[in-house]
C-alpha cells in the first residue's frame, strides 16, 4: 500500500470579516471553527455549550400519547410488560434505561434481548411465544422492530400487543402495532431524525415522567451518552446536548456496573470522553452479546451489587479478550477470500461456514477500512446463509438490499452499515445481483477515501492553550470529529512498531526546532515506508501512561514533503 492512504482536503482560508467576528479565539482554533461552519461568536457558544431547545419535547413524537396510555394502561392492569431489546450497545443502554425507569412503578418488567447466534436481529417468533408463555400482555420493542410486519402480526394473534420504539428507517409497510414512536416516521413532525435507539427510549421516559414522578429522566442520561456514541449517530444539535449531559453524569461514577466495567479493564481514572465510549465502553458492551452472551452487559446495568458487578464485569472483559482475537482471525480470513481476485470487484463478498457470525461485522469493517470497499462477511449455515455488511458512503448498501428483497429472508440497517439472512438456494443470484450493482455504481469513480483538515499548523502551535480550547469541541464523533492538523516537512526518529503483532506505529517527529511523540494505530504495516521528509496529518493528543501526560500525535496519514 502507498502513501497517501487519504485525498487530502485542506482547509479553506478565513475571509478577514470571518476572522474578526471570531478574534476571541486562537487563530488555529478559529480555522476548526471555521472548516465547521462556524462563522459567528454566537453560532460557536451554541454549538460548544448547546441549550435544551423547547421544541425537542418528547410530546411532538408521533403516537407518544397513545404510547404512554398503553404503558399506564398495563400498569394499571398489573399487566406484565416486556422490554425487548437488541444485543448490540445501543440496544442494550436501550433496554436497561426502559426496564430501570418502569421498575420504579412496577415491579412486572421482563428485559429481553434476543441471542445473536441463534435468533438473530429484531423480534422473532419463538421469543414472542415464550413470552406469552411468561404471561406477558406488552411488549415494547427498542432500537428495533420497525420492519418486524410478520412478527408484530404474529403477537396479535396471540393476544399480545406491541410498542414499537425504533430509530432504523422503516420499510414501506409499516408493522400493525398498537403505536409506533419513530422520528423517521414519515409523517413525524419531531425535528431530531437522527435519534439512537436509546435516544427514543429517553424520549418516551421522559414523556412517561409527567404522568409518574418517580421516574427521573436525568438519572439515565449517562446510558444515552454510551448507546449514543456507540451507534454513531450525528452529535450535532440535540444529540449533542445529550451526550454532554451524559458524559457530566458518566464521570460521576454514580452506576455501580459503569464504574465495575472500567476497573476490569484498568481504566478507572479515566476523565471519560467521547472517544472512550467508541473504544472502550461500547465494545466491552458489545463482546458478549457478539459471543452470544447478551445478558452479561444487561444484567450488569441492572445491578447495583458490587460483587456482582465486578463478576460481570471480569466476564465481559474477558469475553472482550476473545472477540478480539477471534476478530483477528476471521479478519485475515476474509481477506484472503476477498483479495484473490485482481483487480478487487467493486464489493468484496467473504461467506463460509465456518466463519463466527458474531464477529462478521467486526471484519467486514476492516475490509471496508482497508480496501475502501463495500464488504460482506457472514456465515453459511445448513439452509440460510446470515451476513454483516459495512460500506462506504458511495454505495448505500440498505437500498441496494432493498433491491435485491425478494432473494431475501430478512434484512435491515442503514446507508453504511446492515445486514441480511438468505436462504442459500438464492445466495448465488444475491452475489451477481450486488456485484452488478456495486459496478453500475462505483465504476469510473475515484473512490479514495478523503480526510478533511481542519489547519495547517507548526509545531510549535501546538500547545496546552490550544488543547484547552480543543477539548470544548467535546463529544467528537459522527459529523463533529476530532480535530485534524497538518504539518509540513517533518523528519522522523525512534520509528518502531509496538502493540500487539506490531499494530501500531510510534515514532518522534520533527521540524528542526520542536519534537513530539507520535502512534498512528493500525499503521504498524508502514514502518519501513516512513519519507526522509514528509507532511502529516493527524489528531493532536495527550497521552496519559503510568500517571505521566504528555501531548502526543495520532498520525492518520503521511506523505512525501
Not at 467486526?362 to 459495512?390: D, F, H, Q, W
Not at 501500531?504 to 499503521?523: A, E, P, R
Request: proline residues 6%.
Amino acid at each position: 500500500m502507498s502513501l497517501p492512504l487519504f485525498n487530502w482536503i485542506e482547509p479553506n482560508p478565513i475571509p478577514n470579516d470571518i476572522a474578526h467576528e471570531l478574534a476571541a479565539f486562537s487563530p488555529v482554533f478559529r480555522s476548526v471553527l471555521y472548516q465547521r461552519g462556524l462563522f459567528t461568536e454566537d453560532e460557536v457558544l451554541n454549538f460548544l455549550l448547546p441549550k435544551e431547545p423547547n421544541w425537542y419535547s418528547s410530546e411532538q413524537l408521533l403516537h407518544i400519547e397513545k404510547a404512554c396510555k398503553l404503558i399506564h394502561d398495563s400498569i394499571q392492569n398489573q399487566d406484565i410488560i416486556a422490554v425487548y431489546g437488541d444485543y448490540d450497545a445501543d440496544g442494550i443502554t436501550s433496554t436497561v434505561l426502559l426496564s430501570l425507569a418502569l421498575l420504579k412503578i412496577t415491579d412486572k418488567i421482563i428485559p429481553y434481548i434476543p441471542n445473536r447466534l441463534t435468533e438473530g436481529y429484531g423480534l422473532n417468533k419463538t421469543a414472542l411465544a415464550s413470552l406469552f408463555g411468561q404471561g406477558v400482555k406488552l411488549v415494547i420493542t427498542v432500537d428495533n422492530g420497525i420492519r418486524s410486519v410478520e412478527e408484530v402480526d404474529y403477537a396479535n394473534s396471540l393476544g399480545m400487543k406491541i410498542l414499537i420504539t425504533d430509530h432504523h428507517t422503516p420499510d414501506d409497510h409499516l408493522p400493525h402495532a398498537s403505536a409506533i414512536l419513530n422520528p423517521k416516521l414519515p409523517t413525524d413532525p419531531y425535528p431530531n431524525k437522527n435519534l439512537a435507539g436509546v435516544g427514543v427510549t429517553y424520549k418516551l421516559v421522559s414523556a412517561l415522567s409527567k404522568q409518574f414522578p418517580e421516574i427521573n429522566p436525568a438519572d439515565y442520561l449517562d446510558l444515552v451518552a454510551i448507546g449514543t456514541v456507540a451507534d454513531v449517530v450525528p452529535l450535532e444539535g440535540e444529540n449533542r446536548y445529550l451526550v454532554r449531559k451524559g458524559l457530566a453524569a458518566l464521570n460521576q461514577m454514580r452506576r455501580q456496573g459503569i464504574s465495575s466495567l472500567l476497573g476490569a479493564a484498568n481504566l478507572l481514572s479515566l476523565n471519560i470522553r467521547s472517544s472512550d465510549i467508541s473504544f472502550q465502553i461500547g465494545p466491552r458492551l458489545n463482546a458478549s452479546g457478539r459471543l452470544g452472551s447478551p445478558n452479561t452487559p444487561l444484567d450488569l446495568l441492572l445491578s447495583s451489587d458490587h460483587r456482582k458487578c465486578g463478576s460481570l464485569a471480569q466476564v465481559l472483559e474477558n469475553h472482550n479478550f476473545q472477540r478480539k482475537n477471534l476478530s483477528k482471525e476471521l479478519e485475515r480470513q476474509a481477506k484472503i477470500l476477498t483479495t484473490l481476485e485482481e483487480p478487487l470487484p467493486f464489493i468484496l463478498i467473504a461467506l463460509d461456514p465456518d466463519f463466527h457470525l458474531g464477529v462478521s461485522g467486526i471484519a467486514a469493517g476492516s475490509l471496508t477500512r482497508k480496501y475502501y470497499l463495500p464488504s460482506i462477511v457472514g456465515n453459511v449455515g445448513k439452509e440460510l446463509t446470515t451476513a454483516s455488511c459495512r460500506s462506504i458512503p458511495e454505495f448505500n448498501i440498505i437500498s441496494a438490499l432493498d433491491e435485491c428483497q425478494d432473494l431475501l429472508h430478512r434484512y435491515g440497517g442503514h446507508s453504511l452499515a446492515a445486514g441480511f439472512t438468505i436462504c442459500n438456494d438464492n445466495l448465488a443470484d444475491l452475489t451477481k445481483r450486488l456485484l452488478d450493482l456495486a459496478e453500475k455504481q462505483l465504476a469510473g469513480l475515484d473512490i479514495q477515501p478523503s480526510i478533511t483538515i481542519d489547519a495547517v499548523v507548526s509545531l510549535d502551535q501546538l500547545n496546552s492553550e490550544l488543547y484547552s480550547e480543543l477539548e470544548k469541541l467535546e463529544p467528537t464523533g459522527c459529523q463533529n470529529p476530532e480535530a485534524s492538523f497538518l504539518t509540513r516537512n517533518l523528519t522522523a526518529s525512534q520509528i518502531k512498531v509496538v502493540g500487539q503483532d506490531g499494530t501500531h506505529l510510534k515514532m518522534t517527529v520533527s521540524n528542526g526546532n520542536y519534537s513530539l511523540d507520535t502512534i498512528g494505530f493500525g499503521l504498524g504495516y508502514l514502518v519501513d515506508l516512513i519519507p526522509p521528509q514528509f507532511d502529516a496529518v493527524y489528531n493532536f493528543d495527550l497521552n496519559e501512561f503510568r500517571g505521566k501526560k504528555s501531548f502526543q500525535l495520532k498520525i492518520l496519514d503521511l506523505k512525501t514533503a
